[in-house]
């Protein structure tokens, strides 16, 4: 595996609310790693902090060997931010805001991979239709298939499964299964769903409080897999209390 991803005493804070804590932080290609913790541990804005959304207060963040900070537009170019469904434009339609995404990631047109994620995802009937006319799940498809425009390969994806009918999730996770198989992506997604932790991610990383308070390997995730008494829920909760 490929280094992707390194983050390095990352800091930051809104006034006087410091938000993340020195958190380290690095992931290479073929990588799923889970970010868990309770609300408000930082989650989001670890994610919005390597995107360059959230400011730094200190830290360096290195994406497929650009620096965020000298770089911004190459560095930038190697991610796929899933986009919040509030934050859609409502007055285009999908086909339109894919359009306008796939221009600013320099492509000709929708890629056809998009759009076959599309039609496994049910949102093609709709993709002509106004997003303001769209239900949240929609909206959820949407924002996932702009993320994954052009195959950045690391992918950010902030509790991506919420509002997903039960297929779509399926075919979504089946769909980051085989990037990460492939070595041609890395994953960092926020969740709180522990089984999809649990199941599909390579490492955990519990972050709370802005800090990283623990961190499953592998092989520690593949134990609680072959022996169900030995939980991500259970493992969490005895770090809770560490």
């Known amino acids: 595996m490929t280094g992707l991803l390194r983050a390095a005493a990352l800091h930051v804070a809104y006034g006087d609310v410091r938000v993340l804590d020195g958190i380290d932080l690095a992931i290479a290609r073929g990588e799923f790693v889970a970010l868990i913790g309770p609300n408000g541990a930082g989650k989001t804005t670890l994610l919005h902090a390597i995107a360059g959304i959230a400011p730094l207060c200190d830290g360096d963040i290195d994406i497929d060997g650009h620096d965020l900070a000298n770089s911004p537009r190459a560095a930038k170019q190697a991610i796929g931010l899933a986009i919040d469904p509030p934050s859609l434009p409502a007055l285009l339609t999908g086909r339109e ?45 949407l924002g996932i298939l702009l993320g994954l425009l052009g195959e950045p390969p690391l ?76 939980s991500l829920e259970d493992a969490m909760a005895e770090a809770y209390e560490g």
Request: with cysteine.
């Open 97 to 141: 805001c894919l359009a306008l995404f796939a221009g600013a990631r320099g492509l000709p047109a929708i890629p056809a991979a998009t759009l076959t994620l599309g039609e496994t995802f049910s949102l093609t009937p709709v993709l002509d239709r106004r997003i303001d006319s769209y239900s949240l799940g929609m909206r959820q498809k």
């Open 155 to 230: 992918l950010l994806l902030d509790e991506p499964f919420n509002g997903l009918d039960p297929r779509s999730a399926l075919a979504f996770k089946s769909h980051l299964a085989a990037l990460v198989a492939r070595g041609d992506a890395g994953v960092l997604l926020a969740t709180h769903s522990l089984d999809v932790a649990e199941r599909h991610a390579t490492r955990v990383v519990l972050l709370m409080d802005g800090r990283v308070r623990h961190t499953w390997n592998a092989a520690e995730l593949v134990a609680m897999r072959q022996h169900p008494e030995r």
